[in-house]
């Protein structure tokens, strides 16, 4: 079992920055692959980043390639996504994820979810 927590969510101007921050509970943090998904008002739960259980390989959508960049410390159970150059298209609720297998983008194969933190970003 793993609950998640996020946080770091807040209001920015279009161009700055935030850093979300997701705090795993569980000895197994380590053995799960992370993610990062979002979800606008009115649209689907979109994948963002994930990050393998080592932090040795990374996956991105391609809306936020070279913008975002998502971590792991797996000494203090914590996943990390650095957002930068931030859009109004960024809007969304985002959600951590843990999946109890390699690397995915796929929304169904994360078992344990969090229950969010809201970005808004003003143009």
């Known amino acids: 079992q793993v609950q998640l927590v996020e946080s770091g969510g807040g209001l920015v101007q279009a161009g700055g920055s935030l850093r979300l921050s997701c705090a795993a509970s569980g000895r197994t943090f380590s053995s799960y692959t992370m993610g990062w998904f979002r979800q606008a008002p009115g649209k689907e739960r979109d994948f963002v980043a994930a990050?393998?259980?080592?932090?040795?390989?990374?996956a991105y959508a391609n809306t936020v390639k070279g913008r975002f960049t998502i971590s792991r410390d797996n000494a203090v159970n914590t996943v990390s996504l650095q957002m930068d150059s931030l859009k109004p298209e960024d809007t969304a609720v985002y959600y951590c994820?843990?999946?109890?297998?390699?690397?995915?983008?796929?929304?169904?194969?994360?078992?344990?979810w969090g229950k969010g933190t809201l970005v808004t970003v003003s143009s």
């Open positions: 994820a843990a999946a109890g297998r390699d690397i995915t983008t796929l929304r169904h194969e994360y078992n344990y």
């Open positions: 990050i393998n259980w080592s932090g040795r390989t990374t």
